[in-house]
């Protein structure tokens, strides 16, 4: 299973952008995928996640000013990330919980980090 990353980037203080992560490969069927992101001397930390189901969570710090979504006939999950901070900077990772086969236990499968840098 292969995750493509896309959509970092600089952008300025209260500025938006959009992530995007599309899994491939052997799935059968994809649980929960999400964000974690890691700043610079800081350890990685949860961004949001969603369901297959649509059920979401968040992280304190980015509620009210990101969103998450995903197209399941797609396999891609889509974080728009708006009022964007300085402490928003950080490589973001996309995750994906798949289940390879029927009657296989989900694995966490990771994406290549994009860098997100917000700066005036």
């Known amino acids: 299973v292969q995750l493509q990353a896309s959509g970092g980037g600089l952008v300025q203080p209260g500025g938006s952008l959009r992530l995007s992560c599309a899994a491939s490969?052997?799935?059968?069927?994809?649980?929960?995928m999400g964000w974690y992101r890691q700043a610079p001397g800081k350890s990685r930390e949860l961004v949001a996640g969603i369901t297959a189901g649509g059920n979401t969570n968040y992280a304190d710090s980015v509620k009210d000013r990101f969103t998450i979504s995903r197209n399941n006939a797609k396999n891609t999950a889509y974080l728009q990330m708006n009022s964007l901070k300085a402490e928003d900077t950080a490589v973001y990772y996309c995750?994906?919980?798949?289940?390879?086969?029927?009657?296989?236990?989900?694995?966490?499968?990771w994406g290549q980090g994009t860098l997100v840098t917000v700066s005036s």
């Open positions: 995750y994906a919980d798949v289940v390879n086969a029927l009657f296989s236990t989900p694995r966490k499968y």
């Open positions: 490969g052997s799935i059968y069927r994809i649980n929960t």
